[in-house]
């Protein structure tokens, strides 16, 4: 039986069809300047990682655990998602919360803000 829809309040906090803002990442307040932003949390994530260049995206790779995150601009939401896989559940929700971590801490460097994700 379908499901009724989510009443949205903006399409930060409710993303539509795939209800990305709860799956993955790491969201920075809406700003007309948000895709300058991604770019500058990005290239400041390199300093800290080991890394492969991946066009408009950061793959870390990791040895403890070993695993791999891709960090990426979400293309039609403010925000930096984070994707990462490991070599079981545990080490992919390790690398996952590392590289949230990582993110957050170029954030407040960057003097960005983060937005409360989704529940």
Do not use: C
């Amino acid at each position: 039986m379908p499901k009724p829809r989510r009443e949205k309040q903006n399409h930060l906090i409710y993303a539509d069809v795939v209800d990305s803002k709860s799956k993955a990442g790491v969201w920075m307040g809406e700003r007309a300047s948000f895709r300058d932003k991604q770019a500058r949390i990005l290239e400041a994530l390199k300093d800290r990682t080991d890394w492969v260049n991946l066009e408009g995206a950061v793959m870390v790779i990791s040895a403890e655990p070993a695993g791999l995150t891709v960090i990426a601009p979400n293309p039609t939401l403010p925000g930096v998602i984070v994707l990462s896989d490991g070599g079981s559940p545990a080490a992919s929700a390790r690398l996952q919360a590392d590289a949230e971590d990582k993110v957050r801490a170029v954030m407040a460097e960057l003097g960005i803000a983060e937005e409360e994700s989704a529940a």
